[in-house]
């Protein structure tokens, strides 16, 4: 297991020999040890993914592209590898962990096609007298901040596009879950030969100084995140005072909208899968439950049921699907939300504690009767609670799921194709599922409206991000 620094293709210990344990949240027990890089060590990367940027991006696009595609061959073929890193550091159900390699692993494939299409323009400027040429050269050396509900997904969905597009990169992995991504920068430079210097990783024990460190760096010019909305906020100030570039995807709080005339059984079926893939932990995951009132009580009825179905176990136990939340302050906080809930008069249909054993584990829970305004809609739950609302009709679903800050992600579930369509214009998120629990796919644009982030990752539009524009007026 790789648990040292990635540096300019070495592997170090800490500048000041620091560690942290990264810990199985299934039972509890360190899985492994890891060096926890220091503000020197960040500086240290940042210099290396400097020194090998103009390198790195004076290369064919066919032969970055081919790279790529060799990165998603390489984690492919070390699916199970993955996955198992997967499992022990954030805990989710296997079948998730390899759902999650895949997925991961398809961001190679899709940007490796995106890397030789790269467009720029050439035109007539209007009075006629210039040529306008737009290109699109790298940003340069990237800061890619990423979380732990997803170690592999959320790197590659940034490291792939920003490669292809011919800049470098610094990882900071999260102090939860770096395994996963020093086991890829080391299938990347050792498997498909990545050249040195190109990918750095630096985990840290405490982010903030070594954040700063690579932000304050001259050859850093942007900085993607993935994380809490309150943390996005806090990078925004940092990363105006040298005015760089950014992508967020920042926090959801995505309502899930079942109207009277839904095939309701498909209804329950996308709302397992919106609400607890990933062991709930998702900021696509559905936090809101809106049930138009004649089906509320039936709905309610075939979630409860299929929530307790549900087998909560640690990951890699046959048949799990759902693991542990990452912490015991998850657990914490998520019970919060649900006592808060049935303070204010919600009720339990089923779950609402936490699971008797070791490790992190929340029963999965639906509430019923519960407050639009009550703490657990107001809040991005990150945990296996559905609460359910009621509501009379298509105004009021609307105002209900556009009363919040975040604009991530809704779902809509009708048989009427107009009035979803209708609907779902009207929610002011940057996705929509129409009849589907499970949008995402590297082909189409993720992020969010309002205080969901800045930005896209995936499609076409996510390589352009780590793209700067570059316009030159001539004449011939
Ligand atoms: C996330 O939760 O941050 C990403 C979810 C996804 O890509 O499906």
Redesign the pocket.
Known sequence: MQTQLVIKGDRRDASDEGTIDVINPADGSVVATVAAGTVDDMVAACDAAAAAQVGWAATAPRDRSELLRSCYRVMTDNADMLADLIVAENGKARSDALGEVS?AAEFFRWNAEETVRIRGVVATNPAGTARMIVHHPPVGVVLMIT?W??PA??IT?KLAPALGAGNTVVIKPPKESPLTALALADLFENKVGVPPGVINVVATASASKPVQAAMNHQAVRMVSF?GSTEVGRVLLEQAAGRVLKTVM?LG?NAPFVVFADADLDAAVEGAIAAKM??SA?????ANRFYVEEPVLEEFGAKLGRAMADLKVAPGNEDGAQVGPLINAGAVESVDRLVRSAVDGGAEVVTGGRAVDRPGFFYAPTVLSGVAPDAEVCRNEIFGPVAPLVPFRDEDEVIALANDTEMGLIGYVYTTDLAKGLRVSEQIKAGMIGLNRG???DPAAP?GGMKQSGLGREGSTEGIYEFCETQYIATNW
């Open positions: 997925y979380p509900n997803f997904a959320m969905r993935t995807e959801g893939r990933h932990e998702t900021c696509t995951a499970v949008v995402s993720f």
